[in-house]
């Protein structure tokens, strides 16, 4: 398997705080932009308590597929580009899913705060 391109936007105290991550398989940004010719893979990671909101978020985005949480360890190396392919054999393995991807997925990490989108009441 090629290597895997990485964009991780946590800052180093997430690492030890945001222990949940919420994983999708975005159609969307597949197969074209960054992820041209491949699978786009996002990832949430959040404290705990947020996660069932988060994950709750994440499901309702249309865009998003293959929706799954997971615990992850609380240390610096709690995530790793092969650990998160793992999530997504399917998308990996076999590339299926709106393109066929010739190559190892982009993979994006974001971090949950306060003032996230899945945590901020829409007001009506």
Same mark, same amino acid.
């Given at each position: 398997?090629? #290597?895997?391109? $990485? ?22 940004? =597949?197969? $074209?932009?960054?992820? #041209?010719? &491949?699978?786009?893979?996002?990832? $949430?990671?959040? &404290?705990? %308590? ?6 709750? $978020?994440? &499901? ?8 799954? &949480? ?9 995530? =790793? ?11 990996? %393995? =076999? ?25 901020? %009441?829409? %007001?009506?």
């Amino acid at each position: 398997m090629s #290597k895997h391109e $990485w964009d991780d936007k946590r800052g180093h105290e997430h690492m030890y705080t945001h222990t949940v991550a919420i994983a999708a398989h975005d159609y969307f940004m =597949s197969g $074209w932009g960054h992820a #041209k010719h &491949r699978s786009s893979l996002c990832v $949430w990671v959040c &404290r705990p %308590e947020h996660a069932d909101e988060v994950e709750h $978020w994440v &499901r309702s985005r249309g865009e998003m597929h293959d929706v799954c &949480r997971h615990e992850i360890a609380s240390s610096k190396d709690n995530l =790793s580009p092969e650990l998160v392919a793992n999530w997504f054999p399917e998308v990996v %393995e =076999s590339c299926q899913g709106p393109v066929r991807a010739q190559g190892s997925p982009l993979i994006a990490i974001y971090t949950v705060d306060d003032n996230h989108p899945a945590l901020v %009441e829409e %007001e009506a």
